[in-house]
């Protein structure tokens, strides 16, 4: 696992920008190969989003051989309520880009048969050959999508029942009314995301922290369901400064230095995907840390 530690929730969010239009730029999606990416939900990706329509605008990145599955959605919110993830997606990418709307795929919560489209979202998935970029976020709690402590971490897509620690930390986007937070969820599941080729997670905030610490310090454990990453062959987590207090300061000075002593060895602009060299350097192949 490699973890990457910015100053603050924009850097990080610039960063991870960077990285996602550096993979599908050197994907070269076409529309009979496209490049398939997962999404999060939540207020730590919407930096990120803005700074990819950012980049769409200044013409650096183009959607339009991009497929997206988002990672859960509410059960019983309608479609068009303000909060529904469905809402919450094009409202922050998905209309100020060019991907076809056919290309985006989110759970629906309002079918009578959610398992059924369960089943179909991950039929889906495995009809376009698997996801090959997932980013997630995580709740305070150390959960990735809705997949909740205790979740399997073979898990797949499915029905949630919420924690009452997420439904309290969702209560914001409600009010604050914790009665009306859906208390049911359809979430891709923990074994959904590490299928991906590669998996990204954006820390970010004091109160992620303790999780943050879980997911680096301890070991696999299906109460801080995000730790899973640890077994995944191509991990990245950004977090900023404040994600760190729970965390040694050796830790953070260990992925620190790799990231400084790469950076002296390779030059940062020679640095390809998964923190390899990219160019013929007299260092090649040099390990990222995973
Ligand atoms: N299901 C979503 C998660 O996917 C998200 O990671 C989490 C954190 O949200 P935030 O980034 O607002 O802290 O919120 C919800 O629980």
């Known amino acids: 696992m490699r973890l990457v530690i910015r100053s603050d929730a924009q850097t990080v969010a610039d960063y991870i920008a960077e990285y996602i239009k550096e993979r599908i730029n050197q994907f070269k999606p076409t529309a009979e190969r496209p490049f398939v990416i997962g999404l999060p939900t939540g207020s730590s990706p919407i930096l990120v989003y803005k700074r990819l ?19 859960d959605e509410y059960v019983g919110l309608p479609r068009d309520h303000p909060e529904s993830y469905h809402s919450f997606m094009w409202h922050h990418l998905l209309k100020h880009i060019d991907i076809p709307p056919e290309n985006v795929n989110i759970l629906d919560g309002n079918v009578d048969d959610l398992q059924s489209e369960c089943e179909r979202y991950e039929t889906k998935i495995q009809l376009y050959g698997g996801i090959e970029l997932f980013m997630g976020g995580i709740g305070p709690d150390g959960h ?73 310090e301890e070991g696999v454990n299906h109460m801080w369901t995000v730790s899973a990453i640890q077994t995944h062959p191509r991990s990245l987590v950004v977090c900023d400064d404040d994600a760190t207090l729970e965390l040694h300061v050796k830790t953070v000075r260990y992925f620190k230095t790799i990231e400084q002593v790469q950076d002296e060895m390779i030059g940062r602009e020679n640095l390809g995907l998964y923190g390899q060299v990219a160019g013929p350097l007299k260092y090649k192949n040099v390990p990222s840390g995973n």
């Open 144 to 216: 990735i999508a809705f997949n909740e402590p205790g979740s399997s971490l073979q898990s797949r897509t499915r029905v949630k029942t919420l924690a009452y620690e997420t439904i309290l930390a969702n209560a914001r986007f409600f009010g604050g009314d914790v009665t009306k937070v859906p208390k049911l969820a359809l979430t891709v599941g923990v074994g959904t995301v590490m299928n991906a080729r590669e998996v990204v997670v954006i820390i970010t905030g004091a109160n992620k922290a303790i999780a943050l610490a879980k997911c680096i």
């Open 53 to 71: 329509v950012e980049l769409y605008n200044d013409g650096k990145l183009s959607f339009k051989n991009v497929v997206s599955f988002n990672m």
